[in-house]
Each structure stands twice: as C-alpha cells, then as structure tokens.
C-alpha cells in the first residue's frame, strides 16, 4: 500500500463512490456488488486503500449491504443523529471515508457486531492479488 493524494482519489470515484464516502449517502439495499460477494480477500477503502475488513469476518446478515464481524484494523467512529435515529457511524482513519455504521446485533459467537458497509466504499483485493497490490502482509490471514 503506498501513499494517497486524496484530491487525485476523490477524481477517479464514480459519483455514488463519491456521494457516500464524503457525503455520507447511503447505497440503496441489495444493489451493491459486495453484498452477496463471498471470494477470499481484503476490502480496503475505496479512496485511501487502507485495509478495512477481511472475508473471513464477512456474513450474510440480510441488510442488503455487507456485513462484517470486526475489522482488520482499528476505525474511526463517529456518533450520527441524521434522520432521527441514534447511530454509530464507521469511517476510515487515513481517508476519513464513510464506510457504514456499526450495530449491536451482529452474531454472537463473534462478538455481537454487525459493520453494514456499503460496497460503494470499499475495492476488493483478492487473496491471489494481495502481493501485488502491496498487500501482502495480510496473506497470513488466509493461511
């Protein structure tokens, strides 16, 4: 993983991409492409590259976005009161994206967390590519 210019990032994100990873928007449920997406990898965030999740943590909670048992990396939280509700909103620390929000009602045997991520914040590295993506390092965590 090397360095970001996040003005040169921001440029090459389609407008959904764009939308919910600085506006905070929300994809609409079913639609993205990670959400029944189950190949072994990492998800990094779309604009900075930092690894988020792994695919061993993924699951398919029935939200409509994927779900995530715990990152691989410590995130930002932040509390969100839009639309009415009371809300924990999950961020990338490097790229200050939005990825989602966090929930309390993720499986148990895993720690009772739920990450809803929407799939317009995330890019997938696969695990034959993690190498040569400048990912390599989290090659153990498929071994």
Same mark, same amino acid.
């Given at each position: 993983m090397t360095t970001f210019n996040k003005n040169e990032a921001l440029k090459k994100?389609? #407008?959904l991409e764009y939308?919910?990873?600085q506006n905070a928007a929300t994809e609409h449920p079913f639609t993205g492409k990670y959400d029944d997406f189950y #190949?072994? %990898?990492i998800y990094v965030d779309i604009v900075s590259g930092e690894p988020l999740f792994s695919s061993k943590d993924k699951y398919d909670? %029935?939200?409509g976005w994927p779900s995530f048992t715990q990152p691989i990396k410590k995130l930002a939280y932040k509390r969100d009161q839009s639309f009415g509700m009371e809300r924990t909103e999950v961020r990338s620390p490097e790229g200050d994206s939005h990825l989602g929000h966090i929930f309390a009602d993720g499986p148990v045997e895993a720690g009772g967390m739920r990450y809803c991520i929407n799939s317009a914040a995330l890019r997938f590295i696969s695990v034959a590519d993690l190498e040569k993506e400048g990912y390599g390092q989290y090659q153990e965590l498929f071994q």
């Open positions: 994100l389609s #407008q939308e919910v990873t #190949q072994d %990898g909670a %029935g939200c």
